[in-house]
């Protein structure tokens, strides 16, 4: 299976909730891009790579496997400095109470894409509970 059609068949069972087989799929596109990257045999970049960490690692907080999520966002991060990288990871520290670990990830993500508003409320939001808890 090639890469693109490897996305698209994850996607489609995440949109169906079934999100094992997702995960598994996404695995295996990375696994493929990770190759590809070895033999140089294709347009699969850290880029890409770093993209597919996203998905799977959204797939992941959709399944509520938040550390692992955290941990896709941070290999996503080594490969690839993304705005929406630092606001994915930087919201599951916020749902988990990790406020200073969501301010520091929304701060990042503001620094790269000053207009992100949802990182900005979630920054926020993160700095008030931050102080109440």
């Not at 996404?26 to 294709?42: A, G, H, K, L, V």
């Not at 894409?113 to 109440?132: E, N, R």
Request: charge should be negative; hydrophobic fraction near 30%.
């Amino acid at each position: 299976m090639e890469t693109e059609s490897c996305i698209e068949a994850a996607t489609e069972f995440r949109k169906k909730r079934e999100f094992v087989t997702a995960i598994n799929l996404f695995t295996q596109c990375i696994t493929q891009c990770i190759r590809q990257n070895e033999n140089s045999s294709s347009p699969c970049n850290n880029e890409m790579l770093a993209s597919l960490y996203n998905e799977r690692g959204f797939t992941k907080y959709l399944y509520v496997d938040f550390n692992g999520a955290i941990e896709d966002y941070t290999k996503a991060l080594d490969l690839y400095q993304s705005a929406t990288y630092y606001y994915n990871r930087g919201l599951i520290h916020y749902r988990l109470g990790r406020f200073h670990e969501a301010v520091q990830d929304t701060t990042e993500a503001l620094r790269i894409q000053p207009d992100f508003t949802d990182a900005l409320k979630c920054q926020q939001q993160s700095i008030i509970d931050g102080k109440l808890g």
